[in-house]
Every structure is written in C-alpha cells, then in structure tokens.
C-alpha cells in the first residue's frame, strides 16, 4: 500500500446489497416460524389424537345391513301377466259346458260342477307354484349357508381362538360379549380378510381401548400441566 492509499476515503457499502440481505433475513426467520408453527401444530394435534380414533367406523351402522333380499322375490307385475295367460277353462268337460247351456236343474247342477272343478284346478295349479317357490327358496338358503353362514363362523371362531388363546382374559363374560361385537363387525367390514388379521384388528382396538380409558401417568401429568399455564394472550388482548 502507498502513502497516498492511505489518505484515499474507505468504499462506501453497496446500499443495495445491504437491502438484500437484510430482506433475505427477513425471509428465511418468515419461513422458519411458519415451519415451526405447522410442527407446533402437527404435535399437537397428534397429542389430542386418541388411539381410538382408527376403530370410529367399527359400530357404524350400515345400510347394506339388512338389506338382503327376500326369500321370495316375486315381481307382481310379472306375476299378473304369467297369470293372464292361465287358462282353467280347458279343464272343464264339454259335456259339462253343455248340460249348463240346457239350463234348468241340471244346468244349475253343471254350473257348480264346472266351478267346483275350476277352483279345484286353481288349488292344484296355487299348491305346485308354492311347492316350487319354496324349493327354490330352500336351495337359496343352503347354498348361502354353505358359502357365507358356515365359512363366517369359523371365521369368527377362529379369530376368538386366537384372541383368547393370546389373552385368557378377553374370555371373560364381562368383556366376551363386546369383543363378539367387535369381531362381528370388523368381519362385516373387511369381509376378505384372514382370521389372523381380523384378531389383530381386534386386539389393536382392545389396545387402544384400554389406553384410551386409562392412559400411561406421563400424559395424564403433562395434560394436568397444560391446563395450570396461564395465557398471557388474554392478558395482551384486554
């Protein structure tokens, strides 16, 4: 450096570039309260989570339930028209219908034999469609009892063994009758799921449960300390 460097005026700062940081700064403390904030607020909503809040829909009532259709599923429209096309008249005799035509005592003595002999065909013709019905209603109802009804509760007698077998004490008459509903509607629920994940199911919720009504002492004490701090915010708003 020369003599003459010294008596030389120092470089001002760029003013701009001191704008700049200053606003880059500014910036970067903006995005790390708002990260902050959105961490503050995932925790804390995972706190008030409950453990149960998976196992809401269990008890939910379905509108499937129920809802199976009848036995007897006869259309009445159809059946009118099938009926319309059903003719009694071919069973009467000739002869009846000529006696009848005659008139006088015997005419009277046809016309209640060609009745008699219609709503006789009308029974025989009501007995064999109601035989038929109810055959059919029959192999409905065993082929849905060997496909759904036996596979369920063996299902359902499988996930209980597993249950009980694990935890001698969900066998217990207290709490038996509320896991049997458990099971019955996480089945219901998840229809294609093996036993062995149904009980697991299950004994998450009977898990979650038990720490939903008696939760570890550490969260009771720290949710006891929450609510002895003071807001100062409502100090600052008055």
Known sequence: MSIMDMFRSAKAPDPLSGAQQAQAQEKKAVE???AKKVA???AAKKASESPLDKFS???KIDEKDGAELPLFNIDPTKLTEQAAKTSFVNSIPPEKLAEMAKGGEEGVKAALEIINNVAQSGYAQATLVSAKLVEHALEKQSEKFQN???PHLIRQMEVHGTLTDANPALNHP???PILAAVQEKL???HPDAPAKELASMAQDFVSAFATAVNP???LVQQDKRKGKETDWSLFLES
């Open 32 to 34: 790390e309260d708002a």
């Open 40 to 42: 503050e607020e995932a």
């Open 57 to 59: 829909d269990v008890f």
């Open 148 to 150: 759904v009804v036996i």
């Open 174 to 176: 207290a709490i038996a």
């Open 187 to 189: 089945a219901k629920q």
């Open 216 to 218: 570890p002492k550490d």
